[in-house]
C-alpha cells in the first residue's frame, strides 16, 4: 500500500527566512506533485515533477524529485507572508495519495 | 480554463439519510477521485474511476458507494450517512493516460450530519 509522509505538519516562520518540507513515500512512482490549500478553499496545483531529478521554481519555491530516495523537497526562500497556506505532496501510482498536509504560517 | 464542478458547497443532512455528492468536470478526463480531508489526516482517497462504469477502492470505501455513468460525471454516495462521515469533500480529475496527469479540484462539499 502505498503510503505518502509529510514533515513538518506545522510550520511557523519569520519573514526573510527559508525553511524545507519533505515528501517521503513508500512506491517506485517517478510522478510527484504539490498543491497549495488557501482555508476554506480547494487545492490548487503547484508543481508537476515527473522524472528523478526533476526541478520545478515559481517566486519563492522550488520542488525537486529524487525517486531512488522517494524523496521530494519543497524549498521555501525567504519567506513571505502571503506563502501562508496547507501544501500537500501527492504521489500518483495507479491511483493518487497524498500527505497529511503542511500548515505553513509566515509571520511578519 | 479546467472546470471541476461539485453540485453543493454545504449540505446538512440527518443520520440514516442516503446523500449524493455530484461531480463534474468538462476536460474528457479519463481520471475521477473521491477524497475527504479531515484535520490532521489530509485527504484520503475514498474511491476512484479510471473509466466511464469503472471503480476501484481507496483507502476507506466503507460506508460509500459511486457511480460513473457519463465520462464527465462521478457520484459519491452515502448509503446511510453516519456523524462519522461529517468531513469536507473532495472531488479531482485527471487525464488517465498522458504523461502530466495533474489532478484538477472541485470547490469541495462540506458535508455535516445530524
Known amino acids: 500500500e502505498l503510503k505518502v509522509e509529510q514533515n513538518p505538519l506545522f510550520l511557523s516562520m519569520q519573514e526573510g527566512k527559508n525553511y524545507t518540507i519533505y515528501c517521503n513515500y513508500s512506491?517506485?512512482?517517478?510522478?510527484l506533485y504539490w498543491y497549495r490549500q488557501d482555508p476554506g478553499k480547494s487545492l490548487e496545483s503547484l508543481f508537476v515533477?515527473?522524472?528523478?531529478?526533476a526541478v520545478k521554481q515559481e517566486g519563492r519555491l522550488m520542488a525537486s524529485l529524487d525517486t531512488k530516495a522517494r524523496l521530494s523537497t519543497l524549498h521555501i526562500t525567504a519567506a513571505v507572508h502571503d506563502l501562508s497556506a496547507t501544501y500537500f505532496c501527492?504521489?500518483?501510482?495507479?491511483?493518487?495519495?497524498f500527505g497529511a498536509g503542511t500548515r505553513l504560517t509566515v509571520k511578519p | 480554463d479546467v472546470k471541476v464542478t461539485q453540485s453543493s458547497r454545504y449540505l446538512v443532512k440527518r443520520t440514516g439519510e442516503k446523500v449524493f455528492l455530484e461531480c463534474v468536470q468538462d476536460m474528457d478526463h479519463e481520471n475521477m477521485f473521491w477524497y475527504r480531508q479531515d484535520p490532521g489526516l489530509g485527504l484520503r482517497l475514498i474511491y476512484f474511476s479510471y473509466d466511464v462504469k469503472m471503480k476501484e477502492k481507496g483507502d476507506i470505501p466503507e460506508g460509500y458507494s459511486v457511480s460513473r455513468e457519463k465520462k464527465e460525471r462521478f457520484s459519491l454516495i452515502l448509503e446511510s450517512a453516519s456523524t462519522n462521515q461529517t468531513s469536507m469533500y473532495l472531488c479531482a480529475s485527471s487525464f488517465g493516460t498522458a504523461m502530466n496527469t495533474e489532478a484538477f479540484f472541485g470547490q469541495g462539499t462540506r458535508l455535516t450530519v445530524v
Open positions: 501527492a504521489v500518483e501510482d495507479n491511483d493518487m495519495r
Open positions: 515533477l515527473l522524472s528523478n531529478g
Open positions: 512506491t517506485t512512482s517517478d510522478r
